[in-house]
């Protein structure tokens, strides 16, 4: 549809009647001249707190049920959202995920969304209501609600920008844009006017806060301009777009740091094929997302792999890795929290050899050890104790000229 | 289906986590022996909170959107029983009411059920799993959340016990069953074992709040035996049934009254046909209930019309009439919010004539003024000043020998 936006709200921007009301007057600001599609999340700590409710109940409460519950958050934030809109004397529909045609899988409380169907969306933006859809939530093949995990709602947002071809998507938040390293950790840090979705995805992958990297990746597959900036500011944020050349004279755009990884090891693997299968196998199979992985060179025949997982997801990893040692009659599963993963991101290294050299050069000047290493075309991660994150991103952002 | 109960909880038996594990083992005892559909409403005070919320944002919200807002009450209900359920080893599933094959009219905040389409609910039953639906609820034409208004779970319940063939609908609330009058305000009063559809009926009309007049002419419609108990005993409670003969040799089997009335007069109103249509067909379309109605005797070509409705409507009405009034030329618009209904009521009235006479001697005696009289076979309702209200109940309760 022609002179579409997409517009996303997350959970601190609704989480009160005067923050609604804030909303409702940016949505209506911008529906004078283009039609209008709203996503937003459920209000405030809302999700947290009906999980925390649920889990009051029941230690594991069942995944199709904490999804029926999960649904009324954003549920609420649309209603309340098109209430406000209404009563400023424009017209506005709020629609569930279901009813704005979003379709999911059935894996709950992590569905990945299947196809959307815009049809009632676009009906209702044909009669020139404003549009509000509820995120984080689709439709799955039992009628049922299913959730789209941690950062659904930038995800709905993107896609339904896809499928509806609007000219942008604008994510809402709570900082002013997609900034060069941390600005709460690092002053120096500077807001960056555009950065490809490759770089975004590298950022995203590497804890970056902004957006999770599903999100980015549709953008990218559906070439959805993307827009993050600030909820309580008209300032202009940050473009996520296609890559431009100009681009690549900046060689690292980005140092990002991610507290939430853990590292597990495997010890003592026999050496034969299907091994790496069986495990990562076994992980995916309980939806435990893996990051890196190294396997040690084989010695006599025996092998140790170690991976990261998320905080969250390491004593289930922990349980599964466990078991298939025991099976194959491997050593002992050993694991460490107190690691991070620290990244510097840009498309300028594909064609500036030795930044992963000067990277490791600046560590070793720290001392500061590497535990494990990570590269892409665009991308150098590193795990080191988490105790050394902080210093380690001031001295990269430094080192290579962000500031 | 056979052996089948239909069991019904309100807010206050869901409000918190302790009271759903409460309801969960109730349920779980009965499902031994019996398939079990469970009704839920939206906890504790969460309805009125929600519609304080939407208040906050707007005067006067749009109905439809108040709806989506307030279908998330039951929803988080059913999702968090659910999970208790399931906690304990049974098999449970929880449908919102448009899951439940809720099928209701268009009129939003208030809607009426159209038809029920239990398929769903059928089916898991035949997979032995409790199903728990939300109450107060249903889909409408335009595939929307329509709300049923108040004593809508109750409605909800005794609708699905008749679709399904129930054997009993139980009704679980904070009090023991259904009493002569309000144990609250008189201590003599005595819980009754067994009352008809129609005695209840006349009960519910006049403000007794164990249940909506509309759910048991459900209840009397379908034939539909309700069980009124107590949620946090095995007592047993008040079964409405049918009537049975020997109910007759009791003339009055209960004293009601109703604080929550409003008495609006139109003065002076010209006499000529169509003018009470007029009146009341501009009530009945903003969905205002009027209760009494009582037209003064012609005085020269004019009458002074007078009405009871909920002191919630009062406003409404009132700028009503002030329109039609002065279409119609008639007078000014009075009304007074310090009135209170008191009823007697027993289907014995039927057959022992004098009741009518004695409850107005009643009243004489004790120096109380009746300002409107309505009366109906098994039923003599009076509206008094509310500030007599206490005592009008009291001796009424003791004359018609209840305690």
Redesign the interface.
């Known amino acids: 549809m022609n002179n579409l936006i997409v517009m996303k709200f997350g959970g601190s921007s609704v989480a009160n009647?005067e923050k609604?009301?804030n909303v409702a007057n940016r949505v209506t600001e911008k529906a004078r001249k283009n039609h209008i599609v709203v996503v937003v999340s459920a209000p405030g700590d809302m999700t947290d707190d009906?999980i925390d409710?649920?889990k009051?109940?029941?230690e594991?409460?069942?995944p199709?049920?904490?999804d029926?519950?999960l649904?009324?958050g954003e549920?609420?934030s649309?209603?309340?959202l098109?209430?406000?809109i209404?009563?400023k004397g424009f017209d506005a529909?709020?629609l569930?995920g279901p009813?704005a045609g979003i379709h999911a899988n059935n894996v709950h409380t992590k569905a990945k969304i299947r196809k959307i169907r815009p049809k009632k969306i676009l009906e209702e933006l044909k009669k020139n209501k404003i549009v509000i859809v509820a995120g984080f939530q689709g439709l799955n093949s039992n009628?049922?609600f299913a959730t789209l995990g941690r950062g659904g709602s930038d995800l709905t947002a993107v896609a339904l920008a896809a499928a509806l071809k609007a000219k942008e998507c604008e994510i809402y938040t709570d900082v002013k844009g997609v900034y060069t390293t941390d600005p709460r950790l690092i002053s120096e840090a500077k807001k960056l006017d555009k950065i490809s979705y490759d770089e975004m995805l590298e950022l995203a992958g590497v804890g970056s806060q902004v957006m999770m990297s599903r999100s980015i990746e549709v953008a990218k597959k559906y070439n959805v301009n993307i827009h993050v900036r600030s909820t309580f500011s008209n300032e202009k944020g940050t473009i996520i777009t296609k890559e431009v050349s100009q681009m690549e004279d900046v060689v690292v755009s980005g140092v990002a740091f991610d507290k939430n990884e853990s590292k597990v090891s495997i010890t003592d693997v026999p050496d034969r094929p299907g091994i790496a299968a069986n495990i990562f196998g076994a992980l995916s199979g309980k939806n435990i997302n893996v990051d890196m992985i190294i396997q040690s060179a084989a010695r006599e025949k025996y092998n140790d792999i170690s991976f990261t997982v998320s905080k969250n997801d390491l004593k289930n990893a922990v349980s599964i890795l466990k078991n298939i040692s025991n099976k194959l009659n491997a050593g002992p599963v050993i694991y460490d929290e107190n690691v991070a993963k620290v990244s510097i991101v840009g498309i300028g290294m594909r064609s500036h050899p030795g930044v992963a050299a000067k990277m490791f050069k600046i560590f070793s000047d720290e001392d500061i050890n590497i535990q494990m290493i990570s590269t892409s075309e665009i991308k150098i991660s590193c795990i080191i104790s988490s105790k050394d994150t902080d210093r380690a991103v001031k001295i990269l952002h430094k080192k290579f000229g962000l500031g």
Chains 1, 2 share one sequence.
């Open positions: 009647t609604i009301i009906l409710r649920a009051s109940i029941t594991s409460p069942d199709r049920e904490m029926m519950l649904a009324t549920i609420q649309i209603a309340l098109s209430m406000a209404k009563s529909i709020s569930t009813q009628d049922d």
